[in-house]
């Protein structure tokens, strides 16, 4: 068990397990065994040799929590790894022993495992986020056109339709899915440099056995090793935190929706989740508050991966230290939304009527603006405001709807009476006509969304590492 | 003066200008400018008024610092701007001034504001950068094979030459350059979508006079009004703390090999900077300071922007507001970084004899490991280790050349001198042998970069707007 | 002016002045008269050349934005000041130029500068806080014993009562200001040490020097120079923090409620703030958003200041440079925050009927626990749970109110009739019972709180330095 | 095991295990334990109930790991725990198990057990703290006057004394362990409030039972529930950052001065820590890694904990469960930095002929501002800095020492050498008088910083705690 205690409820078994001991020190011991074959492949040792170091680089034959306690005394995990595989390799063939790790330096092997750990970690977070993105989009086709109101500064502000609002929780989605791949891509790439990043060691071999390392382990061919640039990991890093600010964002709306003064949506409770016995009417929302979490905390976790860029000349004092610290938490947190989020959109109860409800407790308010425009038209925009801020005062004082308020002036006022149909003008009332407008814009976009999540799910590519 | 006192020497007067208060309101004119023009191309107005508006949407026309100023009471710069700009198209035409900032919201003035200033930061930033590509490449070109230490956590490691260190420097400069530009590319488009983003106001023209201003501003036109989707501009952002966290390490090395302990490099004093009449001696490195000190500002900086991201349904309740107030100071600690470190590297003192003279006093000991493994293929690892930490520590000890101590070795013991020859051996402990053998690696991937800065150079995609 | 566009309506007129160029340049003049006077007094300069030295001292004699300017070439503002007040000095008095900043440097005159400005800061802050503090005791004399919905993780759980609510937000205030008047006090201390803190040019005379100009800011005397001991600082700094966190969290409930569907607290609009005549319904809670955007800015600006104390040796590089630009802003958005908490305070509107239909609009769900554990007393908890779960249930789906569900029940069930009397049970469904237990707990605490306010409000040490 | 892979080389197996899940569960337990008892002195509950409650209190009776497992499930760690807890005292005790955690929440019990570890924390940090200090204040003892370079902005300036330089890395951590200490104070402190913070099930008993079990977990007893007033917590979390601000400091400078081309001071190798059989002249600066490492992600940890106190009305979504999961990072992180440093400080090299060789390569020039200051008594400051700036270049382009040429000088130029006196000049020039200078007022300052140390020490608050 790898999380801290208080992380564990915030984050998910499979992405926990994805940055465990066994997880980690398993993707050391992958680097270990392909550098062997590689480098056999190339003739710099013998193939007796890797077989030899490639048979015994399995996590389950080592003492793994020992290797890590032993990391605290070292400095460095790699050492008492790279120390006990020598060992556990000379038990069967002692030549082969001393070609362990060869020519090769701690950083490779931490480097590349954290790679490899990292492409799982973005293979949950891809796939998860498909799911999310598909939800959201069923939801937006179930309701589409239904009212609701916007809200701008946390105040009702006019009507638009659930799935207008559902298309700005989607498409910054799609848009980070895109964004994660490429990042991705740029960044699983395997580290191999040797002491200072020349390879001195292997001479003119350093380069193929690169080439045969980054083919074995399915990762990106640098064109060099990049000990301290540490640029493509921190971008990655990045996109992820824009992913997590999206699912704050997302996280935030629904949990103010989901408020019982508001209850237009409501994360569909079971399972143990977010139900109280003690208060039966509490419906917690649970995904919302992991999301929530999720967001303010990854970016401190950005900010700490950004300072940590600047490592000095050919390896970082501290700085790469402190960024394998922090690395791991980014995508522990994420994955923990991004599941949440999934989960609940897939179950979110939406309450139609309570949107329209809450619509109608405004008694015309929000149709304000509207009204003020369609009477500038004709009589100018600032004796409409004017007149409209009057009506508004009449209306909220006289517990009235503007509609009717605004109706009566129109029968006792002939100048306006010339100039606006009273039919018109109710029309403007409707929040199914300003839903309507919302929801003509929001097609489109859903539609293209669609197609562009669609070619998305259909080339995730991480799925391999979906299962270690 | 729109810059705090302590960010000046930290800055750039350039890059003080675009955020300037009569910059910022400047390019709040402009949208209202187009906005009035492009309705008036759609007949949602008349033209007459959209020649009377933007005709006075001059930032000189107006007392900005009382524009200012009232932003603080109303909350809002659009606010007062508006209300100014409508009284002024007033007394030159009545009827058009009822027209002013039309069917669009504060949101949509502001943010398209901030990303043409953005696009002029980035301009200033881009040329600013391939200024310093360029000047890297060209020490790289000068130094080619100087041998030069390799230091990791902060010690002596390897020898490797200048030109390799400069390709660690270049690569991750031309990455974030490219970057750079993909995300400025996604970021840099018009903000319009009325009150709650469906420009209900405009009716069926929304769409029209949206291509039509993305037109004429030159800015992306996005599916939609995004006043709750910030992931673009946050990515932008990301990407400037990555470049940033690149500007940081080299300013990082420069100021480690600048110290006079160490002496390789040199920033050149000159023009009131870095020198000191009370210590001559003094040779400090100001552009390093102003660069390391964006990197550590700046991560802080990004770390608000992804936090502020989690916006309140259709327009967010303070963290819009923190957005604006957190972004400008990003864009101006990075050009105050990427020009300084422009201007330094253009200038900088290279000692290759220092270099040199630096290898020299470590007594060959940084040769230890290569010899090590030269032994190590002939009498095993274990024993080549043991072999060689027995000679280091005589070699320390004795304050004698580890070559001395090593040939000395070889002439003493049979059994090796039977392997190795001791011309073999004393090769291992040339620093041009290994400064070639880094150097070699160096050279393709400059002539790479190179190829790739070139065409990034030529392309500027925002050169058109450094000059306002 | 010196704050950026989009500070100004976060912030306030009075803390952007404190941070101007002209107070900093006459600060940083303050420190060198003060420095002259002092070493006049020690006979280390004559009288004279003191008086010709303290005569300029004054900004309004200087083209501030010039040498603001100057400081962007030189790396630091205190270069060109010092020479442009030597060259002044000599115009009057060619030899008592040769005493100007004698013996100081750039650091000591900056450094003490900052402090003269952060007392000013500190002294408004004081000043509002003292005010907040007061309007928040105000509304829980006056709305003592409302009851009041408390929420947990964003839903209603029981009934508390206004004033108990209150002292929730009052006493983290309390301690803040006690903790912020301490570590002030500590922190707001003389820099002077000379070129690397020995004050080596001065002797002898160091000590005293120092003990007189201390005497003459009035700022604490610290052992020795502290210029790269940033901890007192730091600490400040960070209470700055913890009393922006405690303004947000106030800001973020009056958000909450002052939503049009909840409606129980509402900021007075007025003055052009928080309406909209386009949306008259619109009241939107400006002095939160602003609360809101200090609460999560200035957490990023502490970490950038406790990130800039690992400063270099006897002066870092860029660290403290770094230190010296975000100080400030981290004092303007606090200021911002509780200036406009105070104004809103005191102007708060608060529905207690609204609080109270809200109560009764979840037809008595939140006394659930209540009942389960009065019943819990005599047939177990269990058990007691179950009932309640099962009665709560019922009142959902019926929508009916669980009292009348709960009465029938205990109507129906001889063996439960037999353990409670029926008005035993209606009396927990009494809100204002609820709130009455809430309200006693809070009183006694209001009490105290009130006592320390006023002992804290009559000694308020900075109040000399409110107006400059 | 509980800390993540990449966590463990920077923490100690001490504070893991603090934070560890048993540990945790323990923690937790004890609160249970401690409410079941002061209920049942109240007399709310029977005496055997209290009895069978605490007997099974001991998390070695439950399976840890499972209990984690489902706080995934539920949200909190408190629901499964309980529920487990309540099944087990049923096993003995059926009607006891309805006593369990009677009339907490789940804040309650995870606030408290989060405090008790918080002590236990806090008690190994003061522990090392005191060990680093007292063997800090041993070097200065045995180094007084030893001559060494002060640097600013990475460039040597002038000379002082090594236990001048440790007094800036002394003073700052007395004062740090004095603040902890205070703000420890202030934060270990019971949460006792029930599910609102009214403690309404404890009826009239609830204030006793608080007291009763304040005095059992030798807790502060606060005036009521601070469910959403975390500010205690954030300024001793703030207090822990500024701590590892400095200790950041002091590693920055050892790992400046270990540089081998400065060779000042070295981290004792040995243990397998910072040596390398391959490269057998490195001393890597292993503790400083870790010190350094803490000072840049602690502040980052700052933040997003002062982002938290953002927490919604009586518990917050997402913030309080944020501040859980980043608080242990927190004091892990910094434990690791004060052990490592104070294990580094007892057995640090001091190279004190290098600090004087170090000096001596500057040929003089370090007293440039000196002599320039003698010069001006006589001469002006003007003149006297022109002199100083035409022998300084002279000593840097002759490669002489600046003491030579200001001799010859004086032989050549008779005005000046009627005004002062060859050897008065020489004397400058002595390393030994600059530190002497900065000895004498680096002594006093020990000497009160030894009492303080000593007072500290003498008082240890948390000592009972150090073993669990």
Known sequence: MSALVFERFLSTPEIVAVFSENAVVQAMMDFEAALARAQ?????????????????????????????????????????????????VALFDAAAAGYVHWGSTSQDVIDTAMVLQTRRALALIDRDLSGLIGSLQSLAREHAGAPMLARTLMQPAQVVSFDFKLVSWIAP?????????????????????????????????????????????????????WHTQRDALASLACEVGVLTGTLGKIAKDISLLAQAEVGELAEASGGGRGGSSAMPHKRNPVASMIA??????????VSALLSAMVQEHERGLSNWQAELAESAGLYIATHGAVKALADAAGAIEVDAARMRSNIDALHGLVFAESIAMLFATR????????????????????????????????????????????????????????????????????????????????SAPWALWLNG
Chains 1, 2, 3, 4 share one sequence.
Do not use: W, Y
């Open 292 to 301: 929530l979490s999720a967001a303010s905390r990854v970016p401190q976790r």
């Open 173 to 225: 989605l799609v848009r980070a899915q895109q964004r994660l791949r490429d990042a991705g891509r740029a960044a699983l790439q395997l580290q191999l440099g040797g002491a200072v990043g020349t390879l001195a060691v292997m001479g003119r071999h350093g380069a193929a056995v690169a080439r045969r390392m980054a083919d074995a382990l399915q990762l990106a061919l640098p064109p060099g090793a």
């Open 40 to 88: 056999a492949a190339e003739g710099m040792i013998p193939a007796a040799a890797a077989q030899a170091i490639a048979g015994v680089c399995k996590a389950e034959l080592f003492d793994v929590p020992a290797l890590v306690a032993a990391s605290g005394r070292c400095g460095s995990l790699a050492i008492p790894l790279v120390k006990k595989l020598t060992e556990t």
């Open 379 to 458: 009589i100018g925009k600032a004796q409409a405001h004017a007149l409209l801020e009057r009506l508004s005062n009449e209306s909220v004082n006289g517990q009235r709807h503007l509609r009717d308020v605004t109706l009566l002036e129109l029968s006792r006022d002939d100048a306006l009476r010339s100039l606006f149909d009273a039919s018109e003008v109710a029309a403007l009332f409707e929040p199914e006509a300003a839903a309507q407008h919302a929801s003509q814009l929001a097609r489109p976009q859903l539609d293209a969304l669609s197609r562009q999540a669609q070619g998305l799910a259909e």
